[in-house]
């Protein structure tokens, strides 16, 4: 083919293209409308129905329940998935962090300031009440088991910014993150199967929801699936995030 | 769409080829962090303040705390 018949040929496709998506935008609701009508039946059902004043939580985790676990399981096995593939292979030794061979002749690692130091520690205890105040009021506000997870796995990431890696090994050994991570996982998937032992639809709220709307306490199994969520979500990224850790500082090729 | 919705919108499409335009990888991982503040606030600018929130987890810490850690592994910062 030549060049221009390759030209021609990409200019058709390509026009082709471009009305296609034109006359898609053309049929899309202008920005910010909304015209389904499944938002405003869950607006005006899901306080009566569930008592969580969190409506999005509502959805995640009740209306649409079983979706939420899906997602929970494709973080679970890209958990463990790293921590296969991130194994210290045959051909590599664990060397101590800044040890000998480690140094370029006449440099030395520049040490952490103290200032970074000073401020990860700082902040590591108020980011992980934040993370668990988000896991545990899904129900309540708009926050949930995902983000509390994910702001809880920083602050054990600033332990180890602060400085102190051997800390963070201390508090993250591998055994324990991943049976945190498969509880929080098995839980969540245990209360689906829990709720058919009862005889109620798979993930059905069968928890007493308890009053008034909004309290810590009520929408039954929303807040029970968010703490669970939230467990499996900090035990995830903390197992990445120590597989990753251990490749940049301990694990050494041994040619 | 209000002025402030506008205005954040044209912030992440500036953002986000700022970060395609850089070359230098360590670099880019720490503008793709700010990146990720600016995409948080269109989410908090457009309501969603939970999905701001995973934004600001993943987005400005996790991620490029990951790549950086890949980039330390590989030595991608000597290049």
């Known amino acids: ?255 | 769409m209000t002025t402030l919705e506008v205005l954040v919108l044209v912030l992440v499409g500036a953002g986000a080829a700022v970060v395609v335009a850089t070359r230098h990888p360590v670099r880019q991982v720490v503008l793709l962090s700010m990146y990720g503040a600016v995409l948080m606030v269109l989410f908090l600018v457009l309501q969603a303040p939970d999905v701001a929130l995973s934004e600001l987890s993943v987005g400005t810490v996790v991620l490029p705390l990951l790549l950086l850690l890949g980039l330390a592994k590989v030595g991608g910062s000597r290049t």
């Open chain 1, 1 to 255: 083919m030549t060049p221009r018949a390759r030209l021609v040929l990409f200019l058709v496709g390509v026009s082709g293209l471009v009305a296609f998506i034109v006359w898609g935008l053309a049929g899309v609701p202008a920005f910010g409308r909304y015209r389904g009508p499944y938002g405003y039946l869950v607006d005006a059902l899901a306080i009566h129905q569930t008592h969580a004043t969190g409506i999005v939580s509502a959805v995640n985790f009740y209306y649409r329940g079983f979706d939420t676990l899906g997602e929970e399981f494709i973080l679970f096995v890209a958990a463990v998935g790293v921590a296969t593939v991130l194994r210290t292979l045959r051909d590599e030794t664990e060397g101590s962090p800044g040890a000998d061979d480690e140094r370029a002749a006449g440099r030395l690692a520049t040490p952490t300031s103290e200032t970074v130091r000073t401020s990860a520690l700082a902040f590591t205890g108020p980011v992980l009440v934040v993370g668990w105040f988000l896991t545990t009021h899904a129900q309540t506000s708009p926050s949930g088991g995902f983000q509390g997870g994910v702001v809880m796995a920083s602050a054990v990431a600033l332990v180890y910014l602060a400085g102190h890696y051997v800390v963070f090994k201390r508090i993250s050994p591998v055994d324990l993150t991943e049976t945190v991570e498969a509880l929080g996982a098995g839980g969540f998937a245990l209360l689906g199967i829990g709720t058919l032992v009862v005889g109620a639809p798979f993930l059905a709220d069968v928890l007493p929801l308890g009053a008034p709307a909004g309290a810590v306490d009520a929408s039954g199994t929303i807040a029970l699936i968010s703490f669970f969520v939230g467990v499996e979500v900090v035990a995830a990224f903390v197992l990445i995030l120590d597989e990753f850790l251990e490749q940049t500082i301990v694990v050494r090729s041994r040619r």
